[in-house]
């Protein structure tokens, strides 16, 4: 858009519009630096569950941007009673705790889904080893970053609602990732 000189316009002031702009881009600047102010200065992660895809950026450089799976959106049932919905949580999130060589403790609905007896909630049949990678990372509530057997699938939306990464990607952000390191979700 070109500026009309002021007799082409009646009550067009250009003085005006200079300074309307200069409180405009002074705005843009306090905005900026707000911004600026909200970016975590360490490592963070940005998850989009929509694409499947993970972004670790450090500050505002992208140090990583790769493929994970998070969750399927399956509804499961056990009879009238209970129903669990596979999702990924979105919002934002801290590292809670970080593990080496978890063990995944199986919810109830494991065995509902496969079919089998709720076992009591210390039984042996509840701890499988070497299912959720060489890592994991805690987000609460249940929910971890961890590694998968079935990496093909990365990519897909076929979680029960935890994040799932290759082996590579998983140590980096094990590495990376302190306690307390923020994870947005959307």
Known sequence: MTLKPQGQFPGYDASA???EKAKISADIQQLDKQLSNKVP?????VINT?????????????????KCSTGSYVL????DNQEWMFKTP????????KNTSPVWKKP???FVEEGLR??????SSRFEYGVLGDYSLSLGQGYLIHGTLY???LGLPVTHGCVRLNDENLELIYKKMAIGSKVFIF
């Open 17 to 19: 519009v200079i300074l």
């Open 41 to 45: 200065k360490s490592f963070y992660m």
């Open 50 to 66: 929509s694409s499947n895809e993970f972004y670790l950026y450090k500050n505002t450089e992208l140090v990583k941007r790769d």
């Open 76 to 79: 499961l049932k056990n009879g």
């Open 90 to 97: 979105k919002g934002e999130f801290k590292i809670r705790n």
């Open 108 to 110: 109830d609905w494991a």
């Open 118 to 123: 709720v076992p009591s909630p210390n039984h």
């Open 151 to 153: 990496q093909r699938f």
